[in-house]
């Protein structure tokens, strides 16, 4: 696509005018797609409804941009590979065209069991070929995706499928990960008993182990897909039609859908990535995330595809077999541009320089790295052994309401600083505000980040309640997008992205809810009370330390402890599980009832005596209760 920056300068200038011309700037970008119908009006925006809307008027289907327009050319070019579990099984490749006729196989198998525009469909399912293939049928029926990351517990996808009704879950038999067989259709099963709305599932054969099959509900997806055509017209969407809902965790109550709409999700994912990944015609880009999260879904199936680059599917674990299972993967792939999370290169980088120092990583020409701040150790061990000091390393700030990655530097062009993620893409204008919402303008100083003028894949909505959408992200500060994180920006204008200022924990690049955590912990019938905070870990970013109030302090805590994990496994999944649980007879609260999750963290961090002022509480006494009760971290 002919919207590649090549070099800081055009960085800047593009930057520019980006700013100065919003809608010109984006009417160019768009233009670079293949649409059915061109847009009418670039955009309307009006951020304090929400209502933001891009290319109106505008017909597309993402999977004509992802699949179709490179087959004249680019056919036999593999647009997939997929790296299975267990490193002696055969690796699978599509190229382009294969890609594309799975895709319409697929799509003619949700149209012949009833999917049509606009329904909602559930995927809970390994990082096998058949997920990328089902999400871009789904894209090209005209249907909604749900990924469900699943590690979730039945409940919670019970929760998910209900809160968009779904009609269909798309599964497999179980999960293989690492030396572990995990469930997945006895986990769909088990939700489905309270999900009404769901007709249908298909099943994917993973293991190939038995599992139970519903009659008239439950089809195996390899026996539909032998009969289905491999030819689907793909749908004209509208440009604001919906493309998928990903639920993420907030500050308070359940998880909410995210909303992203087909065009203007599609220009940014391709954009971004273009631009960000830098990726030449024959390289190879692989990122280790799962396509349950935001990344996946923007820099593992659709920003990689628009721009007919062959993109790496990953269905196993860092460290199975071994710890050089990623780099062992490099090397046979010969990976070009490398994306992972923080937590993962301090977990690696624990194992030992000797895993790296076995593979070559000659391929290596970018590192990127996303979900969670990257601390400068990390950093420099990715920099200097990983990329033996040669690859630029792309520290990607974003988030699943962003759509596509906001702030970055280009590959090899923009200047890098460890730690900082560094300057906006083209068209993103991030400020930062104080308390009050005033701009803070002096430089070093840590501010709130917030946005101040839409781009292209900003969400639009929380599915089935708007008013939660502006609550949570448009109506702290008036007229623009609060992102819940801190930043800081440096005298050359780079941004240094702190974390999150808002009840919000981020462990190993997830998000999770304090709320959610809490809720989960109260269903224990002897838990009166919780109250969840993050704290540092060395490896995971964050870790979840959980104050709990028992109906009368455990006789025998350990198990207390274990009841309490296998409740929050139940209720949300093993990545909600504490690592820390203390037992508390009280917790700090304010006279109106609020707790004061402050003294908390600052307690689980091990700074309990470094209180400040706690005379606001209702009973200062407890915080002493707690901190001398502190478990050692
Ligand atoms: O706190 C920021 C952190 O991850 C949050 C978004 O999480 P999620 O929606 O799950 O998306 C993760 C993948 C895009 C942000 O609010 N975060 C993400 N990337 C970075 C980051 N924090 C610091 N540096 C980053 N590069």
Request: charged share 25%; glycine share 8%.
């Amino acid at each position: 696509m002919n919207f590649r920056i090549n070099s800081f300068e055009e960085y800047q200038s593009t930057y520019k005018k980006s700013v100065e011309d919003p809608e010109g700037f984006w009417d160019g970008i768009a233009s670079e797609y293949q649409w059915k119908k061109k847009w009418d009006k670039t955009l309307n925006w009006d951020f304090e409804k929400p209502d933001v809307r891009w290319f109106e008027g505008g017909k597309l289907n993402i999977t004509e941009n992802c699949l179709d327009r490179h087959l004249a050319e680019n056919g036999d070019k593999t647009a997939l590979i997929w790296e299975p579990n267990n490193p002696d099984d055969a690796t699978v490749t599509f190229t382009f065209t294969e890609l594309h006729e799975a895709v319409c196989q697929m799509a003619n198998v949700l149209q012949k069991n009833g999917v049509v525009k606009g329904d909602r469909l559930c995927f809970y399912m390994p990082m096998i070929p058949e997920l990328a293939i089902g999400v871009l049928a789904c894209a090209r029926i005209g249907a909604i995706h749900s990924v469900v990351f699943a590690g979730f517990s039945a409940n919670a996808l019970a929760d998910r499928i209900n809160d968009a009704s779904c009609k269909m879950v798309l599964t497999s038999d179980e999960i293989k990960r690492g030396a572990k067989v995990m469930d997945a259709k006895k986990v769909v099963d088990e939700a489905l008993s309270k999900c009404p709305s769901v007709e249908t599932v298909l099943v994917a054969k993973s293991t190939g182990n038995d599992v139970p099959m519903q009659a008239g509900r439950d089809l195996w997806m390899h026996e539909e897909m032998s009969e289905a055509e491999a030819e689907f017209e793909a749908v004209a969407m509208d440009s604001e039609d919906m493309l998928f809902v990903l639920y993420t965790s907030g500050s308070t109550g359940k998880p909410k859908g995210v909303v992203h709409t087909c065009g203007g999700y599609m220009v940014y994912a391709g954009y971004s990535f273009n631009n960000v990944f830098q990726p030449a015609d024959d390289d190879v880009y692989w990122c280790t995330a799962d396509i349950g999260w935001i990344t996946g879904h923007s820099y593992i199936v659709y920003g990689p595809l628009l721009n007919g680059t062959t993109t790496v599917m990953f269905e196993g674990v860092p460290t199975w077999p071994d710890s050089g299972r990623f780099w062992e993967i490099c090397d046979k792939h010969k990976v070009s541009q490398f994306y992972t999370a923080p937590t993962a290169i301090r977990a690696l980088m624990a194992c030992g320089d000797e895993w790296i120092q076995k593979h070559q990583l000659s391929s290596l020409k970018v590192l990127g790295t996303v979900g969670e701040p990257i601390n400068e150790e990390a950093w420099h061990w990715y920099h200097d052994v990983v990329g033996r000091g040669k690859c630029p390393i792309v520290d990607t700030w974003w988030q699943t309401e962003t759509g596509g990655i906001m702030l970055s530097g280009l590959a090899g062009h923009s200047p890098m600083k460890p730690s900082f993620a560094g300057y906006p893409l083209p068209g993103i204008q991030p400020v930062l505000l104080d308390e009050k919402g005033n701009l803070v303008e002096e430089n070093n100083q840590e501010g709130l980040l917030a946005i101040k003028y839409p781009w292209p894949s900003i969400l639009r909505t929380t599915y089935g309640d708007h008013e939660r959408c502006r609550l949570t992200y448009f109506s702290h500060f008036k007229g623009y997008y609060f992102t819940g994180d801190g930043a800081k920006r440096d005298d050359n204008g780079m941004i240094r992205v702190i974390g999150r200022v808002d009840d919000v924990i981020n462990v190993s690049g997830h998000r999770i809810g304090t709320a959610e955590v809490e809720n989960a912990i109260d269903e224990h019938p002897d838990v009166v009370e919780s109250a969840v905070v993050g704290y540092p870990h060395d490896i995971k970013g964050q870790g979840i330390y959980a104050y709990v109030i028992c109906r009368s302090m455990p006789e025998n805590q350990d198990q207390m402890r274990q009841e309490i994990l296998d409740v929050v496994t139940k209720e949300i999944g093993k990545i909600a599980k504490p690592e820390m649980i203390q037992f508390v007879t009280g917790l700090p609260k304010t006279r109106s009832g609020k707790i004061m999750r402050r003294i908390l963290r600052k307690i689980a961090e091990g700074d309990g005596d470094k209180l400040g002022d706690v005379s606001t509480l209702l009973d200062p006494s407890v915080v002493e209760d707690i901190h001398r009760g502190v478990l050692v971290v």
